[in-house]
Nanobody, 129 residues
């Protein structure tokens, strides 16, 4: 079964850092040649928002403006994992973080989450003031 599994969420004070990981299960990025992994988040009462994306084949990345300079996405194609490092966290970063993947490049997946083909179960990130 093709799955994505997130880990690494938790509670952190404002200004702190966390690292989230997304691991492919039942497949590898290389199985598809080009595979994109995106991170999305959803705060209570708000719509799901695209945060960052990386294309496995060339490492091209994309970030939503609100996290540029604070979050860093990276991939380990040998392990078929994608990490998201969250720095300088603030309370607005609180939410459930999901990783999602699709065959191909990131494209507009961050802006259109419906383009994702596989979703993880989510991991909670809570930033306290």
């Amino acid at each position: 079964e093709v799955q994505l599994v997130e880990s690494g969420g938790g509670l952190v004070q404002a200004g702190g850092s966390l690292k989230l990981s997304c691991a492919a299960s039942g497949f590898t990025f290389g199985d598809y040649g080009i595979y994109a992994i995106g991170w999305f988040r959803q705060a209570p009462g708000k719509e799901r928002e695209g945060v960052s994306c990386i294309s496995s084949s060339d490492g091209r990345t994309d970030y939503v403006d609100s996290v540029k300079g604070r979050f860093t996405i990276s991939s380990d194609n040998a392990k078929s994992t994608v990490d998201l490092e969250l720095n300088s966290l603030n309370v607005d970063d609180t939410g459930i973080y999901y990783c999602a993947g699709r065959v191909g490049r990131c494209g507009v997946m961050l802006q259109m989450p419906v383009m994702a083909e596989t979703w993880g179960q989510g991991t909670q990130v809570t930033v306290s003031s």
